[in-house]
């Protein structure tokens, strides 16, 4: 498999696993102390830093820089930030989701181009 791609799909990976641990407390562990709402958090990020470290390994090993790694980081928590707020929290779609996926595409423009 192409080194991106595999990178591309381990961060799509660790996102969910993110996005879960930041936001799945709200839904599944409600009514339980915060203390067991963080443990349970640590835990799920943990799983998630087994999928960001080799995606970023992968990354800069093929010659990604710092600022290209976190736009495609914010870029890739926006796709899966909102399905998951639309189908696990039944929020209403907004067109500003729209806007904001436009302006992360402006962020992707000036930092992946030709700087020659």
Not at 11 to 22: D, E, G, K
Not at 47 to 76: C, D, N, R
Not at 90 to 95: D, N, V
Request: charge should be positive.
């Amino acid at each position: 498999m192409n080194p991106t791609l595999l990178a591309l799909c381990l961060l799509v990976i660790s996102n969910c696993f993110m996005t879960l641990a930041w936001y799945g407390h709200l839904k599944y562990l409600h009514n339980a102390p915060i203390w067991q709402a963080i443990l349970l958090s640590w835990c799920i990020a943990l799983l998630e830093y087994s999928f960001m470290i080799p995606a970023t390994k992968l990354f800069s090993q093929h010659g990604w820089s710092l600022g290209q790694m976190k736009i495609t980081q914010e870029v890739v928590t926006l796709i899966v930030f909102v399905p998951f707020m639309l189908f696990m929290f039944k929020q209403p779609f907004k067109l500003d989701y729209v806007w904001a996926m436009l302006c992360l595409l402006g962020c992707v423009y000036f930092v992946f181009r030709n700087q020659s």
